[in-house]
């Protein structure tokens, strides 16, 4: 997994480096860019980022980098907007636009952090359900189709007798291909079997 980064968009160098200072002091990766255009000019190639950006900037302001954000991205990358007290109402329609959270400056550090450490954790919980449908789907690519039949079935609900009658096999047939599901898919339960089946949908 790519290691996470917050990319921090900000014409003003005080505030740029002083947020740069404070997420790399906690261990953070973290990279900035002057203004909406050098981020897009030198988009960044990671697959697990969290966005700050301010919302006055020349030539492009906060919310066309959003709108430029969701173009190239979709809503892959969350996006945390730095806003002054009277662009309150501008902040509130980025957030209807997808925008995770907006803080006023000046801001407090700590609020800041609590705000960006729930963005990473959220893409980490969102990469973890990734990685674990990509090697669902390689589990899958591996069963034969009478094994493919079983775990649909299994997935469903239904009972080794249901399966044994729609597949028109003995239900002692059904264990067989049941256990055999069972270590393919690497699934240590019913249930987890399951789960790997509903998070397909």
């Known amino acids: 997994m790519n290691e996470q980064t917050v990319f921090v968009i900000d014409d003003d160098d005080a505030v740029r480096d002083s947020l740069l200072t404070l997420l790399r002091g906690e261990g953070i990766r973290a990279r900035g860019f002057t203004s909406g255009a050098d981020f897009f000019a030198r988009l960044p190639d990671t697959e697990s980022a969290c966005v700050v950006t301010d919302v006055r900037?020349?030539?492009?302001?906060g919310a066309e980098v959003v709108r430029r954000l969701a173009e190239e991205k979709g809503h892959a990358w969350p996006v945390i907007v730095l806003t002054g007290h009277a662009e309150v109402p501008l902040a509130v329609q980025m957030m209807k636009a997808g925008v995770l959270d907006f803080i006023e400056k000046p801001f407090d550090p700590r609020r800041l952090m609590e705000t960006i450490m729930g963005c990473l954790n959220a893409l980490s919980g969102?990469?973890?359900?990734?990685?674990?449908?990509r090697r669902t789907e390689d589990r899958l690519a591996a069963l034969t189709p009478r094994e493919a039949?079983?775990?649909?079935a299994l997935v469903e609900g239904k009972s080794n007798k249901q399966i044994a009658l729609d597949l028109e096999i003995s239900p002692r047939t059904v264990e067989i291909f049941r256990a055999k599901v069972m270590t393919k898919?690497?699934?240590e339960s019913l249930s987890a079997l399951v789960r790997m089946g509903l998070a397909r949908q």
Do not use: G
Not at 57 to 61: L, Q
């Open 149 to 152: 039949q079983v775990f649909e």
């Open 185 to 187: 898919m690497q699934a």
């Open 126 to 133: 969102r990469q973890a359900a990734q990685d674990a449908a």
């Open 57 to 61: 900037m020349p030539d492009m302001d």
